[in-house]
């Protein structure tokens, strides 16, 4: 399958690379709300294109959801590049009331349901084919995608994680960056591959840590930054596709 990327001529983060969008940040002073970073973003692409035909997008989530919400309110835009074609859970999710709300399909595929992981990740793989997506959105998705979706979808297949990776990979990104002491975290946007976090970085976004921060307020704020992030990579890869 071959990946999305964008036009010819426009700068990717690495030659070669299956999925070419990337954020040059240049991270600042804090802007006129206490614990808000001014960040200033220098992008491949100036604009977004307007589509007849919106691209297929499948995202898959675990748990509330609220990245799912940021890309369906994207989708309702007139000019927006993509459509949310089908949600699927490895449980039964709260975030799958976002899409029932929108009328999108959803579907839970379930480790349990099946004999072994090997039988999971091929159902996996067979329910996200059946939607013939452009894209696949890993929304909060807490388990590793398995070898037959990397090798159907490689090169497109996208992931969120609540820190600035390489560093603080891992289910507890927010919790490792506090008890390292770091001033400055953030959230990435990546390829996923086989490794845990180890994909191609696509954009990355920086978020001050505050002393008086504890995990759940540091992640609120990582997550107020890390929605409209995935929806503008989102757009820009499918804007390209």
């Given at each position: 399958?071959?990946?999305?990327?964008?036009?010819?001529?426009?700068?990717?983060?690495?030659?070669?690379?299956?999925?070419?969008?990337?954020?040059?940040?240049?991270?600042?002073?804090?802007?006129?709300?206490?614990?808000?970073?001014?960040?200033?973003?220098?992008?491949?692409?100036?604009?977004?294109?307007?589509?007849?035909?919106?691209?297929?997008?499948?995202?898959?989530?675990?748990?509330?959801?609220?990245?799912?919400?940021?890309?369906?309110?994207?989708?309702?835009?007139?000019?927006?590049?993509?459509?949310?074609?089908?949600?699927?859970?490895?449980?039964?999710?709260?975030?799958l009331d976002h899409a029932r709300t929108a009328g999108?399909?959803?579907?839970?595929?379930?480790?349990?349901?099946?004999?072994?992981?090997?039988?999971?990740?091929?159902?996996?793989?067979?329910?996200?084919?059946?939607?013939?997506?452009?894209?696949?959105?890993?929304?909060?998705?807490?388990?590793?995608?398995?070898?037959?979706?990397?090798?159907?979808?490689?090169?497109?297949?996208?992931?969120?994680?609540?820190?600035?990776?390489?560093?603080?990979?891992?289910?507890?990104?927010?919790?490792?960056?506090?008890?390292?002491?770091?001033?400055?975290?953030?959230?990435?946007?990546?390829?996923?591959?086989?490794?845990?976090?180890?994909?191609?970085?696509?954009?990355?976004?920086?978020?001050?840590?505050?002393?008086?921060?504890?995990?759940?307020?540091?992640?609120?704020?990582?997550?107020?930054?890390?929605?409209?992030?995935?929806?503008?990579?989102?757009?820009?890869?499918?804007?390209?596709?």
């Open positions: 399958m071959t990946p999305l990327c964008l036009p010819a001529g426009a700068k990717a983060s690495r030659a070669a690379a299956p999925l070419r969008t990337r954020h040059l940040l240049e991270h600042g002073d804090r802007g006129p709300e206490h614990g808000r970073p001014q960040v200033r973003t220098r992008t491949a692409l100036s604009h977004y294109p307007g589509r007849v035909n919106s691209l297929p997008v499948v995202v898959l989530i675990s748990g509330t959801g609220s990245n799912l919400a940021a890309l369906l309110d994207a989708a309702r835009t007139a000019d927006c590049p993509f459509q949310v074609v089908a949600v699927i859970a490895d449980r039964d999710a709260a975030g999108i399909p959803t579907q839970v595929v379930r480790l349990k349901d099946h004999p072994d992981r090997a039988a999971w990740d091929r159902a996996l793989t067979a329910a996200v084919r059946e939607h013939a997506p452009r894209l696949v959105v890993l929304a909060g998705f807490m388990k590793l995608v398995g070898p037959p979706l990397l090798e159907e979808f490689g090169g497109r297949i996208i992931n969120t994680h609540p820190a600035l990776l390489p560093a603080f990979p891992g289910a507890h990104g927010v919790r490792d960056a506090l008890a390292h002491g770091v001033k400055v975290t953030g959230c990435s946007v990546i390829e996923v591959d086989a490794g845990v976090d180890t994909g191609r970085i696509l954009a990355q976004v920086a978020v001050d840590v505050l002393d008086e921060d504890t995990e759940q307020t540091l992640h609120e704020r990582i997550k107020a930054v890390e929605q409209p992030l995935l929806v503008d990579v989102v757009r820009r890869l499918t804007a390209a596709g």
